[in-house]
């Protein structure tokens, strides 16, 4: 039997998964806020982003937030322009953020409990704001590993034994082909009906993905028929060419097929680590890769902003448009795949 960790110290380290609401006062909320209340809820992507003000980078700046605070959000607001470099301005009660990366989330979602996991595994989808893990060995014990932010999506592979002696879910990472656990009523099973192939009856070649990097559009087309017109965020250009074994941070030019399809992805520097804002992405949903060198239209959960280039080359896009895409690109992914490798829809790119 794996040894518990005691409950003091599980108890401190769990608080971590559902995240802790920002404090904040109502100052500055007049008194139809406080009646309406807040329309969402977002966590904070990156290292930390200033409060203004006013919706206007200009403004004064009256605070900061740090990664993974949740803060309430009152009002959405356009920007009339894109000197910003985000779509959308936010009202909390601390102030005006950007939503460049602020990950509108849902708070205290919780889920039921598989009995069983089937022989294939099961995918499942976070479903609170973050959730720790924890990988057990037997020098070391439990250790806490990534944390699992909203809206990813990961192999479940088995239900044993948890940090807290209850069962949890066992994960399968891809990349490094190590198992570790997480709560397992922080994730939805996703049920195969929601990833079954669509549109298969149309010819592979009838189906087509026009990406346009100065538009920062996607566009499927079956036939001359748009099925999906999306914006989308491709790579960053280039301020000095690549050094030798460094891949360009540009979105490939050209014509391409899908090549390997896989609904859970972990994108990084491949460590094992604990350390809160490294460069480790475990559970990139619904992945597309069309290159050899690992160039992907997916999902992503750690910005908000698409119409501009912000990515290290791949094609991010909204969960909810790339799990639509998954679905409808051949080659055709069923349920019971772990992933697909073969020869699927084409995706042009173009300047």
Same mark, same amino acid.
């Given at each position: 039997?794996?040894?518990?960790?005691?409950?003091?110290?599980?108890?401190? @380290?769990?608080?971590?998964?559902?995240?802790?609401?920002?404090?904040?006062?109502?100052?500055? %909320?007049?008194?139809?806020?406080?009646?309406?209340?807040?329309?969402?809820?977002?966590?904070?992507?990156?290292?930390?982003?200033?409060?203004?003000?006013?919706?206007?980078?200009?403004?004064?700046?009256?605070?900061?937030?740090?990664?993974?605070? @949740?803060?309430?959000?009152?009002?959405?607001?356009?920007?009339?322009?894109?000197?910003?470099?985000?779509? %959308?301005?936010?009202?909390?009660?601390?102030?005006?953020?950007?939503?460049?990366?602020?990950?509108?989330?849902?708070?205290?979602?919780?889920?039921?409990?598989?009995?069983?996991?089937?022989?294939?595994?099961? %995918?499942?989808?976070?479903?609170?704001?973050?959730?720790?893990?924890?990988?057990?060995?037997?020098?070391?014990?439990?250790?806490?590993?990534?944390? %699992?932010?909203?809206?990813?999506?990961?192999?479940?592979?088995?239900?044993?034994?948890?940090?807290?002696?209850?069962?949890?879910?066992?994960? @399968?990472?891809?990349?490094?082909?190590?198992?570790?656990?997480?709560?397992?009523?922080?994730?939805?099973?996703?049920?195969?009906?929601?990833?079954?192939?669509?549109?298969?009856?149309?010819?592979?070649?009838?189906?087509?993905?026009?990406?346009?990097?100065?538009?920062?559009?996607?566009?499927a087309y079956e036939g001359d028929q748009v099925v999906l017109h999306k914006y989308i965020s491709s790579?960053?250009?280039?301020?000095?060419?690549?050094?030798?074994?460094?891949?360009?941070?540009?979105?490939?030019?050209?014509?391409?097929?899908?090549?390997?399809?896989?609904?859970?992805?972990?994108?990084?520097?491949?460590?094992?680590?604990?350390?809160?804002?490294?460069?480790?992405?475990?559970?990139?949903?619904?992945?597309?890769?069309?290159?050899?060198? #690992?160039?992907?239209?997916?999902?992503?959960?750690?910005?908000?902003?698409?119409?501009?280039?912000?990515?290290? #080359?791949?094609?991010?896009?909204?969960?909810?448009?790339?799990?639509? @895409?998954?679905?409808?690109?051949?080659?055709?992914?069923?349920?019971?795949?772990?992933?697909?490798?073969?020869?699927?829809?084409?995706?042009?790119?173009?300047?």
């Amino acid at each position: 039997m794996k040894p518990a960790l005691r409950r003091r110290d599980f108890l401190r @380290l769990s608080a971590l998964s559902l995240g802790g609401l920002a404090a904040s006062s109502l100052t500055g %909320l007049n008194p139809q806020d406080e009646i309406r209340g807040p329309i969402g809820l977002g966590r904070v992507t990156i290292e930390m982003i200033r409060v203004y003000n006013q919706p206007d980078s200009l403004s004064e700046r009256v605070g900061r937030l740090w990664r993974d605070e @949740l803060v309430e959000i009152y009002e959405a607001l356009p920007v009339p322009h894109r000197a910003d470099y985000t779509p %959308l301005w936010y009202r909390t009660a601390q102030g005006y953020i950007q939503s460049t990366y602020i990950q509108r989330v849902e708070c205290q979602r919780v889920n039921p409990v598989l009995q069983t996991i089937p022989p294939f595994g099961s %995918l499942g989808e976070v479903t609170v704001p973050y959730t720790p893990t924890y990988r057990y060995t037997r020098t070391d014990g439990w250790q806490p590993l990534y944390r %699992l932010y909203f809206q990813s999506v990961h192999w479940i592979t088995a239900i044993e034994e948890g940090p807290d002696g209850s069962p949890w879910y066992c994960l @399968l990472d891809q990349l490094l082909s190590v198992r570790y656990h997480v709560n397992p009523r922080h994730l939805r099973p996703i049920p195969p009906e929601e990833y079954l192939p669509i549109h298969t009856d149309v010819p592979t070649e009838e189906k087509r993905i026009i990406v346009s990097i100065s538009n920062q559009t996607l566009t499927a087309y079956e036939g001359d028929q748009v099925v999906l017109h999306k914006y989308i965020s491709s790579g960053v250009k280039e301020e000095r060419p690549p050094a030798p074994g460094e891949l360009s941070t540009e979105t490939p030019l050209g014509s391409f097929r899908i090549q390997t399809k896989m609904p859970s992805r972990h994108m990084g520097n491949g460590q094992l680590t604990a350390e809160i804002g490294a460069a480790e992405y475990p559970g990139v949903p619904w992945t597309m890769l069309f290159t050899e060198e #690992g160039v992907a239209l997916h999902g992503v959960y750690w910005h908000d902003c698409y119409g501009i280039a912000m990515s290290h #080359g791949c094609v991010n896009m909204r969960n909810s448009h790339a799990k639509w @895409l998954f679905r409808w690109t051949n080659p055709v992914f069923e349920p019971t795949d772990y992933y697909i490798r073969r020869e699927g829809t084409r995706v042009i790119v173009t300047a």
